[in-house]
């Protein structure tokens, strides 16, 4: 069974840095895209940041320029490096990952990890 798994949230100081991190279940599994959204309370999931197999990224405009998203393909895991922690920031993050090929399932999601920026 294909799961993903984050790790790294935690609560930080506004100005602070987390690396969150999620990896899949089973390393063989590829993925085309994988990526982060977010979802604040009261708030629809936004999305974050994403990243090709290849490691071409792109960013929400809101985090561009904070955030970093890479991918570790021999560990089939993906990390967003989070710096300069605005309250805005808090919500809790999930972990996405688009199938390379089709395996019924469009695609899969973390269980979440919750990011608390205090000031």
């Known amino acids: 069974q294909v799961q993903l798994v984050e790790s790294g949230g935690g609560v930080v100081q506004a100005g602070g840095s987390l690396r969150l991190s999620c990896a899949a279940s089973?390393?063989?599994?590829?993925?085309?895209?994988m990526g982060w959204y977010r979802q604040a309370p009261g708030k629809q999931r936004e999305w974050v940041a994403s990243?090709?197999?290849?490691?071409?990224?792109t960013y929400a405009e809101s985090v561009k320029g904070r955030f970093t998203i890479s991918r570790d393909n021999t560990k089939n895991t993906v990390y967003l490096q989070m710096n300069s922690l605005k309250p805005d920031d808090a919500a809790v993050y999930y972990c996405h990952g688009r199938p390379t090929y089709n395996t019924g399932t469009s695609a899969y999601w973390g269980q979440g990890t919750q990011v608390t920026v205090s000031s």
């Open positions: 990243a090709s197999k290849s490691g071409t990224t």
């Open positions: 089973v390393v063989i599994f590829s993925f085309d895209t």
